[in-house]
């Protein structure tokens, strides 16, 4: 399983309510879609990462595996998409950032409101000996997602977590990032 993760913002003179039923309506034309690997998205109000540098949104498409990407990319901009998308896209802030995670533990879920710990690890440390201890140290019902590509400044790892979950404990030399997630309805 993949997941498409897009980061961007509204611009000021756009209010958030207003900005926010775009997003939903290009999500939910999305889901419409019927794009070939397909399995779902969601939206999500975020504070700020050190890669958006300030409050913002983070889009969630995920999919059966990295093929299903070219025939989502083409049906995102035509076809009954064109105006959501296109609208949603003048909307927008800046440019945003994107990224391609793989879930690597635990099981996805679609999650409503959360709390997501973005972690870093040092160069030359086996992330799969130190996964297991982070998740434990979590709590139950976490997911971790790996960055499978580098497309954008985003963390190596996402452990989702349930919202308000205040505990995240990597080894030394990590970094972890926790952000509470709002998720758009």
């Not at 999500?27 to 794009?35: E, F, I």
């Not at 994107?98 to 973005?118: C, M, Q, R």
């Not at 190596?156 to 997630?181: D, H, M, Q, Y």
């Amino acid at each position: 399983m993949r997941a498409y993760v897009y980061w961007h913002a509204a611009p000021e003179s756009i209010a958030a309510a207003d900005y926010e039923k775009m997003l939903l309506r290009f999500g939910h034309a999305l889901a419409d879609a019927n794009s070939p690997g397909f399995l779902g998205n969601a939206s999500y109000a975020v504070g700020a990462t050190p890669w958006l540098g300030e409050p913002g949104y983070e889009d969630w498409v995920w999919l059966e595996g990295s093929w299903a990407l070219d025939p989502l990319n083409e049906r995102a901009v035509s076809g009954p998409m064109e105006q959501p998308h296109n609208a949603i896209a003048q909307a927008t802030k800046h440019g945003g950032h994107g990224a391609l995670y793989y879930l690597v533990a635990g099981e996805h879920k679609t999650p409503g409101d959360s709390t997501v710990f973005w972690l870093s690890r040092p160069r030359g440390i086996d992330w799969r000996e130190a996964m297991p201890g982070i998740l434990r140290s979590t709590g139950p019902e976490v997911s971790a997602w790996r960055r499978q590509m580098v497309l954008g400044p985003s963390t190596e790892f996402a452990l989702i977590a349930p919202p308000g979950t205040s505990r995240c404990t990597v080894p030394k030399g990590w970094t972890s990032i926790a952000v509470e997630r709002r998720r758009l309805r």
